[in-house]
């Protein structure tokens, strides 16, 4: 099997990414499993999959950052990753999720196909977190402002402007609550507080007081968590939990560490966490992922790793497991004696203490200072894993030390007997004529009008003006405006020409539909409108109106 791997991946034979499967694991072993052609394996091109060739796992390459124009900087990109462990990069129902192409996100389809970018305003310091109440709905701060952007129309709106603070921040590791309505955040790098959004309600703040602290969570029943930068048993050292008023209520870790919050097997809510750092650690569990109850801090040894291990932890809405990706910082090779149990893994760990499945070996060597690490990010429903790796190019086809790209795994829901894939559902998103996939050449001039799709249209009549619109699904249909000064435009799809249309209409028409396709492979298309400068007799004018496009894909 080993062999045979090896052997498809060099002759290129990988599979499409319409065959991606649910993985299937090795379940049982603990001993040292090794990585076989550690040193020379490398992934496939974007959009295809290998099977790992130990554990059995299909895996999707998501990204390829240095075949990826810099929105922001020009050029090409260096990384796609992951934000961080503990939130959720997937929506709820997995249709999308969204990937840091170094300073700003790019938007993906569920099945691990690029869409576009997000505006630079969503930048790698703004947290943007899903809405757990629709699927289209992504929160984000700038500045003292909470605001909320949607992926299908492109409309940005602030929430709420907290005037007391200059800025506001989740210290790059807070989601959004279980209920989907409540952030907890810090002002001016001082104050926490809990804010509801259905209600517009900021609940009392705690002063910190100069003390340091690195993060700040919310758990599953709207409680706070605060990290304290010092360990010890007195207040305002390790980890200590607060209620939504920011009431103390107990100490539940003598130190800080890499974590998670969710639900345990009889709905208690839990802190799942690393305890490396912990001066009086639980017996017989050093270097332990430790399950802790929040409403007593009881703790329970989930499972033990080599001191030589680091990991971060993921954890999906309470189905009884949390996702570990371990990681080696000394660089051991496979087969040397630093290659202990679970290097360089992905792993469920079962919330009963019953045990650890094993999924993949990520292959990423610490070749740089943070990008290396996985930091992997498990959807709500914990049936999908997604992992950063820069799989040693640097080393094998010289990479710039930065690189590191994103994998998907499929997990199914409980990672034992993984369930068949639900058959595709068509999906309409629209866009707007201002979204980013949507570039222009030539003169095209904005309108205003309210009968426009989102408010707004551009148009242009010079010959040769263009709308370049990237997409990601199986159809589109162009949405336009029609009237008695419209004029005729050339529709090219991936650089095909397939009509010219004729846009003239003796009574006017908004949000009319212009042109339409479908059946496409469900990949990366470019839909190109061209003005030609002429009309039929007996227009009046020669525009062309860009107002929206429709695109048909699969969830």
């Known amino acids: 099997m080993k062999t045979l791997v090896r052997t498809i991946l060099l002759s290129g034979s990988v599979l499409l990414i319409g065959t991606i499967e649910t993985a299937s694991a090795q379940l049982t072993s603990t001993g040292i499993e090794l990585a076989p052609d550690y040193d020379t394996l490398v992934p496939p091109s974007v959009g295809l999959t290998y099977v790992d060739p130990t554990f059995g796992s299909t895996i999707q390459r998501v990204s390829n950052a240095l075949g990826t ?28 999720f969204i990937l840091v192409h170094e300073s700003y996100f790019g938007l993906y389809s569920g ?140 100490q539940v870790g003598h130190a800080d560490g890499h974590k998670d919050v969710t639900f345990d097997t009889d709905g208690n809510e839990i802190l799942v966490w690393t305890n490396s750092n912990d001066p009086l650690p639980i017996p017989n569990c050093n270097n332990g992922i430790v399950k802790i109850l929040l409403s007593n801090g009881a703790q329970t040894c989930l499972a033990q790793l080599d001191w030589s291990l680091a990991v971060h932890i993921s954890a999906p809405d309470g189905n009884g497991t949390v996702f570990v990706d371990t990681e080696a910082p000394s660089n051991p090779e496979s087969g040397a004696s630093g290659w202990v149990a679970y290097t360089n893994e992905i792993l469920q760990v079962k919330l009963d203490g019953s045990g650890v499945i094993r999924w993949a070996q990520h292959r990423s060597r610490p070749l740089n200072s943070y990008n290396w690490q996985p930091k992997l990010t498990v959807s709500r429903d914990g049936t999908r894993l997604l992992y950063a790796s820069d799989f040693d190019l640097q080393v094998i086809d010289g990479y710039t030390s930065e690189y590191s790209d994103t994998y998907l795994i499929v997990v199914g829901s409980t990672g034992i007997n993984p369930p068949p894939p639900p058959s595709p559902t068509p999906i309409v998103v629209r866009y707007e004529q201002n979204n980013p996939a949507v570039q222009y050449t030539g003169s095209w001039y904005p309108n205003s009008g309210a009968f426009n799709s989102g408010g707004s249209a551009t148009l242009a009549m ?43 209409s003796a009574a006017a028409q908004a949000q009319a539909p212009e042109y339409s396709i479908s059946g496409l492979s469900d990949g990366a298309h470019r839909l190109t409108i061209v003005v030609t400068g002429q009309r039929d007799s007996e227009s009046n004018g020669d525009w062309v109106w860009v107002d929206a496009f429709d695109v048909t894909t699969t969830s």
Not at 69 to 85: K, V
Not at 468 to 492: C, E, H, M, N, P
């Open 111 to 250: 099945s691990g196909h690029y869409m576009h970018d997000l505006p630079l305003e969503i930048n790698s310091s703004s947290e943007p977190r899903w809405s757990r109440k629709d699927n289209v709905t992504l929160y984000y701060h700038s500045g003292n402002m909470l605001k909320s952007y949607n992926i299908s129309t492109g409309a940005i709106a602030v929430v709420h402007t907290f005037s007391e603070y200059t800025s506001i921040s989740g210290n790059g590791e807070m989601d959004i609550s279980y209920d989907g309505d409540h952030f907890v955040y810090c002002g001016d790098g001082q104050y926490i507080f809990v804010y509801q959004i259905s209600t517009d309600k900021k609940f009392t703040v705690l002063n910190t007081a100069g003390r340091s602290f690195d993060s700040e969570y919310i758990t599953p029943e709207n409680n706070v968590i605060v990290s304290w930068i010092e360990t010890g048993t007195v207040r305002y050292t390790g980890q200590e939990l607060f209620d939504i008023n920011m009431n103390f209520l107990r």
């Open 462 to 504: 010079d010959a040769g003006s263009e709308a370049k619109f990237t997409f990601t699904g199986t159809g589109v249909t162009w949405i336009g405006y029609r009237d008695q000064w419209s004029g005729l435009a050339k529709v090219y799809l991936d650089g095909v020409l397939k009509a010219t249309i004729d846009t003239y």
């Open 69 to 96: 124009p810099n929105a922001d900087g020009g050029g090409y990109l260096t990384w796609i990753e992951n934000e961080y462990s503990t939130m959720s990069a997937f929506n709820s129902n997995n249709s999308n």
